[in-house]
Antibody, heavy 122, light 110 residues
Framework: QVQLVQSGAEVKKPGASVKVSCKAS????????IQWVRQAPGQRLEWMGW????????KYSQNFQGRVTITSDTSATTAYMELSSLRSEDTAVYYC???????????????WGQGTMVTVSS | QSALTQPASVSGSPGQSITISCTGT?????????VSWYQQHPGKAPKLMIY???KRPSGVSNRFSGSKSGNTASLTISGLQAEDEADYYC??????????FGGGTKLTVL
């Protein structure tokens, strides 16, 4: 079935970087974009950016510009989100989600990964 | 990019209807018919409930409906059931291939 499976929980120190993976299966990886969304404990969902898995084009939220890098490996059908210069406020669950502007659910995130908890603590 | 504005909480009794509003600007909600709504139970990933403002994905109950007027989108849940108790988030496509989420609304079924 269609699914996105993310890498496991991470604990990082302030100033470090974290790289979270999102492996796709059950559909044609390069047809869809992979979006990244985070949720701090008890807080709202926050959009971070996306990658076109077909051509590698990316777009980032201004809130993370310069600190986030989203990449993909088509042979591994996996997308990655790397966040650098971590601070305590980056402690959150990070989700990947599938999206396709011209698919069955345009401009909506129809399949989500299970989430990856990233804890930033000294 | 500011978050869309949602009420922090709403509540209703089983069988009743509730509506959750989502207010944006002319740069997002008001400019596109591309609002989606997500249901999130504690500790779980969000689930798509409404897309393109008023369309339901296959498998989503017809008790869920969406609408929009100007810069405000709305999600209505009719015939409230205990399992509807969750957090609900709106999300809108905005200019330049970006998206913005709402602050989230906690629905309590009394």
């Amino acid at each position: 079935q269609v699914q996105l499976v993310q890498s496991g929980a991470e604990v990082k120190k302030p100033g470090a970087s974290v790289k979270v993976s999102c492996k796709a299966s059950g559909y044609t990886f390069t047809t869809y974009a992979i979006q990244w969304v985070r949720q701090a404990p008890g807080q709202r969902l926050e959009w971070m950016g996306w990658i076109n898995a077909g051509n590698g084009n990316t777009k980032y939220s201004q809130n993370f510009q310069g600190r986030v890098t989203i990449t993909s490996d088509t042979s591994a059908t996996t997308a990655y989100m790397e966040l650098s210069s971590l601070r305590s406020e980056d402690t959150a669950v990070y989700y990947c989600a599938r999206e396709f502007d011209y698919g069955d659910y345009p401009y909506a995130f129809d399949i989500w990964g299970q989430g990856t908890m990233v804890t930033v603590s000294s | 990019q500011s978050a869309l504005t949602q009420p922090a909480s709403v509540s209703g009794s089983p069988g009743q209807s509730i509506t959750i509003s989502c207010t944006g600007t002319s740069s997002d909600v008001g400019n596109y018919n591309l609002v989606s709504w997500y249901q999130q139970h504690p500790g779980k990933a969000p689930k798509l409930m409404i897309y393109e403002g008023n369309k339901r994905p296959s498998g989503v109950s017809n008790r869920f409906s969406g609408s929009k007027s100007g810069n405000t989108a709305s999600l209505t849940i009719s015939g409230l059931q205990a399992e509807d108790e969750a957090d609900y988030y709106c999300c809108s496509y905005a200019r330049s291939s970006t998206w913005v989420f709402g602050g989230g609304t906690k629905l309590t079924v009394l």
